[in-house]
């Protein structure tokens, strides 16, 4: 072969006879395996390393022979192409398809393995929060049950109304099925005479009269066993629940009493229990979630309740950024006043920013600071800054603890808010972490105060506040409890609700 002239040469596996590999040489071709046995290229060196282990060697053979020098690229482009589809070439640049079919695999391989180890850490956070759930579930012995909630008894007006409701559901379901076309805003269309159309709507417009009956009482009902929290949707804080609740199937009144007088109990006892459970893979809809949450049978008896209900029933709040909140609070309360709390290392950074978090609140108490500390020893900077007033005293050449005696004596230590900065700056100087005897949150507000309130009342029952004394716990469990237990104003307006139906039902 003179220098003028080439070969198109192929790589070959011996396993299969397919080539996986396309060059161009103008050397003999055993020279040029010879080349890329030295010195293969990285992907090439893959294949001829996998063969190696076998014991095999790639071939080589011409593809075409005597191709002029100035044609060679070429000549190669084409033969690349010609197999591309086919084959599985090794070639980077010039194999397009080829590559394009690699980087598919990779991809899908990539995604594979990404996929599987997302599934690894969650099955992993799911089993240290199961750690976590059943720890707490232990030492408190789940949420305070409803046992001393009141069930207020359904007005006869509407319960009848109720029947009506699911009366009229199932007689426009059977008319629906025999041809009736019932279209909102707009009435029926029947295939029929205007007499059975007439009669779809009237009981149409029944049912919607119903609805919007049933709607307002269960509102006001479920607002009258919920006294606190203004200011939250439709000013009782237990996010509209009720509303619907015509749409569960009730077998009798007080069936119907009892869903409704423990809304407001789920709303808030029970909704820290729902957040453990969901973190830690315990499905709330099922059985293992009632016999973990409690052995109280009251506590059963209304958890079964709402399972029962089905779609339309309702345990706990369901927000991703509300359930994590407050599973974390448990954990940080758990963690610090447990004796023995084994805190899984997934979830120690969890930890560790909300125990920052409920130190900035003031609520942290000094065994969730001792705890905090342990974890970041530089937490007193974290929650409340550098110590500047420290840092004036050396700067202006003072004594320790001058700078926050100006401070005190300008702004008055006496009426400080401790959320200013200048409280922060003297609490940071002390050195000392505002540390409450127990969490309790009283004069906060917020969709998750309520469920931090009743996971506190939960330890302070469990006696795990060790400087919360008897009639300080008893002051913070009826705290939380007034936060499900009817309210004066709420029972008034509903009293009045009920005069008016019953009047319209003797009308």
């Known amino acids: ?151 207020r008894p359904i007005p006869e007006a509407v319960w009848e109304m109720y029947q009506s409701y699911r009366e009229t559901g199932d ?103 729902v957040a453990l459970a969901d973190a830690a893979g315990i499905d709330i809809r099922e059985a293992p979630f009632v016999d973990w949450v409690s052995n109280d049978p009251d506590t059963r008896a209304a958890v079964r309740l709402f399972q029962d209900a089905g779609t339309a029933g309702y345990i706990g709040r369901r927000y991703d950024r509300w359930d994590t909140d407050i599973a974390t609070f448990i954990l940080a309360l758990g963690a610090a006043h447990i004796p023995g709390f084994i805190v899984p290392e997934l979830l120690k950074f969890d930890l560790r920013d909300t125990l920052i978090k409920v130190a900035k609140d003031r609520q942290a108490t000094r065994e969730m600071c001792d705890l905090l500390v342990s974890i970041d020893p530089r937490a007193l900077d974290t929650v409340y800054g550098k110590d500047r007033l420290g840092h004036a005293d050396e700067a202006l050449g003072l004594s320790a603890g001058v700078a926050a005696q100006v401070i005190k004596h300008i702004f008055g230590v006496e009426h400080r808010d401790p959320d200013s900065e200048i409280g922060r700056l003297l609490q940071r100087n002390a050195a000392v972490f505002h540390a409450p005897v127990a969490p309790e949150y009283a004069d906060w507000s917020g969709v998750h105060v309520p469920a931090m309130r009743a996971a506190v009342a939960c330890f302070c029952a469990a006696g795990l506040f060790s400087g919360v004394d008897g009639e300080r716990r008893k002051m913070v469990i009826d705290r939380s409890k007034r936060t499900w237990m009817p309210g004066g104003r709420g029972a008034q307006a509903l009293d009045e609700l009920v005069e008016r139906l019953e009047a319209k039902r003797a009308a």
């Not at 191709?67 to 033969?79: I, Q, S």
């Not at 996010?239 to 007080?254: L, Q, S």
């Open 171 to 273: 007689w426009l379901a059977r008319h629906i099925s025999d041809g009736y076309i019932l279209v909102p805003g707009v009435g029926p269309t029947v295939a029929g005479d205007s007499t059975e159309a007439r009669e779809g709507q009237e009981v149409r417009q029944m049912r919607q009269r119903c609805k919007d009956g049933l709607q307002g009482f269960m509102r006001t009902y479920s607002c009258s066993f919920s006294s606190v929290d203004d200011g939250e949707r439709y000013g009782e804080g237990i996010f509209g629940r009720g509303d619907d609740a015509y749409e569960v199937a009730f077998d009798t009144p007080h069936h119907m009493a009892r869903y409704l007088s423990w809304i407001s109990w789920a709303a808030r006892s029970l909704d820290p229990w």
């Open 1 to 151: 072969m003179t220098a003028d002239l080439g070969t198109i040469y192929g790589l070959i596996d011996p396993r299969t006879n397919e080539i996986r590999y396309v060059g161009q040489t103008s050397k003999p071709i055993q020279v040029r395996l010879a080349g890329h046995l030295a010195a293969p290229a990285p992907r090439v060196k893959a294949w001829i390393d996998e063969l190696a282990v076998e014991g095999q060697l790639p071939q080589i053979e011409p593809i075409r022979e005597e191709v002029p020098a100035a044609e060679l690229d070429e000549a190669e482009r084409a033969e690349i192409a010609a197999r591309a589809a086919d084959s599985d070439l090794l070639n980077v640049v010039s194999n397009a398809v080829g590559n394009a079919r690699r980087r598919k695999a990779s991809q899908q391989e990539a995604k594979r393995r990404e996929a599987e180890e997302a599934a690894m850490n969650r099955a992993w956070k799911q089993a240290s929060w199961r750690l976590v759930a059943d720890q707490i579930r232990a030492a408190t012995g789940g949420p305070i049950a409803p046992s001393d909630v009141p069930v």
